[in-house]
C-alpha cells in the first residue's frame, strides 16, 4: 500500500466514459481528430502581452484562439495556418476557448472545417483544414 496516495481518487466524467465506450465498440479503440496546431485561449492580459511583444498583432483583438505553433507537414500547415493566428470561428461558430475547437472536432475523421483567422494587423483570412486521425 501507497502511504503517499491514500485519499487519492480519479474520477472520469460520465461523458467522456460513454464517448470511449462508444468508439470501442464501433471502430475497436478511441478514434480523434488532429489537425495539428497547438492552441492557447487569447485572454485580454494575454493580448496586450502579444501586442507589446509584436507591434504588428492585431489591436483590439482580445478574444479567440491563439495558435503559437503549428506542426510541419500537418494538415493545418497543408490548409495554410501560421503560427500567430488567432482563431475565432471554427465550423461556422464563434470559439473563445481551445476547448471549444476540441468539442467541434469532435471525434469526425476527414471531415472538413472552415476556419477565420485574424493575422497580423487585423488581417482576416478563411482557412478550410481537414482533420486525420491522430497517432497513437
Given at each position: 500500500k501507497a502511504l503517499s496516495a491514500d485519499g487519492v481518487s480519479f474520477a472520469i466524467p460520465i461523458e467522456t466514459a460513454k464517448f470511449v465506450i462508444q468508439q470501442i465498440l464501433a471502430n475497436?479503440?478511441?478514434?480523434?481528430?488532429?489537425?495539428?496546431?497547438?492552441?492557447?485561449?487569447?485572454?485580454?492580459?494575454?493580448?496586450?502581452?502579444?501586442?507589446?511583444?509584436n507591434p504588428s498583432f492585431p489591436r483590439g483583438l482580445e478574444a479567440g484562439v491563439y495558435v503559437p505553433q503549428v506542426v510541419p507537414g500537418s494538415p493545418a500547415e497543408e490548409a495554410g495556418f501560421r503560427a500567430g493566428d488567432v482563431i475565432v470561428t471554427f465550423g461556422g461558430a464563434e470559439v473563445t476557448r481551445?476547448?471549444?475547437?476540441?468539442?467541434?472536432?469532435?471525434?469526425?475523421?476527414?471531415?472538413?472545417?472552415?476556419?477565420?483567422?485574424?493575422?497580423?494587423?487585423?488581417?482576416?483570412?478563411?482557412l478550410y483544414v481537414t482533420s486525420e486521425e491522430a497517432k497513437s
Open positions: 475497436g479503440r478511441v478514434v480523434r481528430p488532429y489537425i495539428g496546431i497547438k492552441m492557447m485561449d487569447l485572454s485580454q492580459d494575454a493580448a496586450q502581452i502579444l501586442q507589446r511583444e481551445a476547448e471549444q475547437i476540441i468539442e467541434l472536432l469532435g471525434s469526425q475523421v476527414g471531415k472538413r472545417h472552415q476556419v477565420v483567422v485574424v493575422r497580423d494587423h487585423g488581417e482576416k483570412k478563411v
